[in-house]
C-alpha cells in the first residue's frame, strides 16, 4: 500500500512563497503520476498541477499557471510544488494524489486512486 505525506504548508503574507512536498512511502510504483489538488472552505476540490512520472508532461491549472511549479525527484520518491506570488485566494487545503499507475488525464481528479491527508495553505492579505 502507498501512502502519501504532504508537508511545507502554513501562513505566508500575499505575495510570498511556499513549497509544498509530498513524499510517498510503502509500496511504491514507477510509471505513476503525481499531482496536486486543493480545496478552500465552502468550495468543490480542484486541480492545481501535476507531472508525469518522467516529468515530460506537466499540467496546471489556469489560476495558477506562471505561479506554480511542480517538480518530482523519483530516487527520493517526493513530488514538490513550488508556489509564488501567492494571493488570498489560494488559500485552501493542499492535497497530494497519485495515479498508480498512470491511468487516464493529469487533471482527472477521478483518475487518482491515492491521496494524502493534505496540508493547510493560507495566505493573508
Known amino acids: 500500500q502507498v501512502q502519501l505525506v504532504e508537508s511545507g504548508g502554513g501562513l505566508v503574507q500575499a505575495g510570498g512563497s511556499l513549497r509544498l512536498s509530498c513524499a510517498a512511502s510503502?509500496?511504491?510504483?514507477?510509471?505513476?503520476?503525481m499531482g496536486w489538488f486543493r480545496q478552500a472552505p465552502g468550495k468543490e476540490r480542484e486541480f492545481v498541477a501535476a507531472?508525469?512520472?518522467?516529468?515530460?508532461?506537466?499540467a496546471y491549472s489556469d489560476s495558477v499557471k506562471g505561479r506554480f511549479t511542480i517538480s518530482r525527484d523519483n530516487a527520493k520518491n517526493t513530488v514538490y510544488l513550488q508556489m509564488n506570488s501567492l494571493q488570498p485566494e489560494d488559500t485552501a487545503v493542499y492535497y497530494c494524489?497519485?495515479?498508480?499507475?498512470?491511468?487516464?488525464?493529469?487533471?482527472?481528479?477521478?483518475?487518482?486512486?491515492?491521496w494524502g491527508q493534505g496540508t493547510q495553505v493560507t495566505v493573508s492579505s
Open positions: 510503502g509500496r511504491t510504483l514507477s510509471g505513476n503520476v
Open positions: 494524489a497519485a495515479q498508480y499507475p498512470e491511468r487516464g488525464p493529469l487533471d482527472n481528479g477521478l483518475m487518482y486512486n491515492r
Open positions: 507531472i508525469s512520472w518522467a516529468g515530460v508532461r506537466t
